[in-house]
Nanobody, 128 residues
Framework: QLQLVESGGGLVQPGGSLRLSCAASGFTLGYYAVGWFRQAPGKEREGVSCISSSGSITDYTDSVKGRFAISRDNAKNTVYLQMNSLKPEDTGVYYC?????????????????????WGQGTQVTVSS
């Protein structure tokens, strides 16, 4: 079965950290650019961070720069999002998605694009 599966979400206090994982099965994630997106209740989905297939190009939305770090381990068919100094406004469902041909910056700037694969999402709640 061809799918992406996110994990690592949860409830964390403001200032805390979480690491999300996006694992691919049934296909080689190393051929794909991957993005992390989030959607808060009542808000549109937004691009959080994206990474090229090789990992050499990354992109972040301004609100997470300096706090979040995207990385990938193609040998493990997995992409990660390290989230530090979390704020309540980071709360939402986080999704990962993969695209074979969409450039990284274009992927993050256009969360409504029909990308090749989407995960089911993992909830992140930042609250005291």
């Amino acid at each position: 079965q061809l799918q992406l599966v996110e994990s690592g979400g949860g409830l964390v206090q403001p200032g805390g950290s979480l690491r999300l994982s996006c694992a691919a099965s049934g296909f080689t994630l190393g051929y794909y650019a991957v993005g992390w997106f989030r959607q808060a209740p009542g808000k549109e989905r937004e691009g959080v961070s994206c990474i090229s297939s090789s990992g050499s190009i990354t992109d972040y939305t301004d609100s997470v720069k300096g706090r979040f770090a995207i990385s990938r381990d193609n040998a493990k068919n997995t992409v990660y999002l390290q989230m530090n100094s979390l704020k309540p406004e980071d709360t939402g469902v986080y999704y990962c998605a993969a695209s074979r041909f969409t450039p990284v910056q274009e992927m993050c700037a256009n969360p409504s694009y029909e990308l090749d694969y989407w995960g089911q999402g993992t909830q992140v709640t930042v609250s005291s």
